[in-house]
């Protein structure tokens, strides 16, 4: 057997020159989602106001398994793709396990984590449309910084609302975003009717991606040639994330590697989404089997406490109805330290997967998590993401249940992204002052009390 370097590179020529659609293989489809104002399945033409063409034919189809990636997409992902596949010796080594781990890792790129595979994928398709910009929301600030990095290769105009949280607490993330030619304004803001409207109703508040969701869709559809997109959540977005699990499978079938347990993080779920995909395909063919596990923030609990019903994609009910996993479109998560799982809601193919018991899903505390950070860092170098740190924390766990009975499994996680703009959730870790929030089932109560009743 070949010895497993400490990272598997690929060739260029290697890259997937398609996506897949895990729909496709799936028999119990995601449900459609829903027109608010009629309740009927959203149709193409209702789509268009809000979305570029090509993304809607995307996320409508629920049959084609490919996808040709474009050209001009593939040519971009070459300056930061294929992205390596690590085998963790070092953090083996310190946990001293049987288990063989190995990590996907998506921060190799400026943005600093996966959000840019889509991002690249979505202006794509704005500029080939002829529009003149773009609108979006950003938590945490990945996405927003993906976009406008996306954007200023095709030229495109590229409005982001930041949660006013994100804004004050992320500096260098918004400038990151301007220094690439992007407008950046904290939500909720007066310069929308729906963010005049929350601010009102919720003095104070430090926003929530669902209320900046809200503002940038609004924004794009009062603008001639401006469409809204979304950085996670959406089919479309899974099937450009499959960039990652294609080409994880891609070095793993090359050293004949066969994991066991697959775990990401799950804000929107598109970066686990896009990691299981083609093993969840296999699954679904009878082809093989995984242990899949989403790993959440126990303060935003979608999957393993939310309800599995239609639901607003954003607080202010402008957006279609999904079905998934959800705690209403009015629930507000503590303000946690993992800004990129601090969303109401989960990706509608996920749900559907996790309700089939395709997939698992757990979810952890903050200060476990930056431990499991920690340790990562201090042994395998990469400083982590906080997102990306939930898979970290459940990966460690298994490998040392592997200790115990001395199992040796493979494991492979998806390290999402890197950390470095997230040095004030390390600095109240170091100092001893971070907590844990668990919403309790009232506060829980209060989120669900939100959603639509159909
Ligand atoms: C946005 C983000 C996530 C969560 O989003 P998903 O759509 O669930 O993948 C995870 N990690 C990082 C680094 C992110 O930026």
Redesign the pocket.
Known sequence: MKEIPYKIYLEESELPKQWYNVRADMKNKPAPLLNPATLKPMGFEDLRPVFCDELIKQELDDTTPYFDIPEEILNFYKMYRPAPLVRAYFLEKALDTPAKIYYKFEGNNTSG???LNSAIAQAYYAKKQGLKGVTTETG?G??GTALSMACSYFGLDCEVYMVKVSYEQKPFRREVMKTYGASVTPSPSDKTAVGRKILKEYPGTSGSLGCAISEAVEAATSKEGYRYVL???LSQVLLHQTVIGLEAKTALDKYHIKPDIIIG????????GGLISPFVGEKLRGEADYRIIAVEPASCPSLTRGKYVYDFCDTGMVCPLAKMYTLGNGFIPSANHAG??RYHGMSSILSQLYEDKLIEAVSVEQTQVFDAAVQFARVEGTLP?P??SHAIRIAIDEALRCKETGEEKTIVFGL??TGYFDMVAYEKYNSGNMSDYIPTDEDLAKGFATIPQL
């Open positions: 984590s996966h959000k945490a990945q996405w950085g996670s959540v993080c799950a804000g929107g779920g598109s970066n686990l990129g799982l993401a997102e990306s999402t992204g």
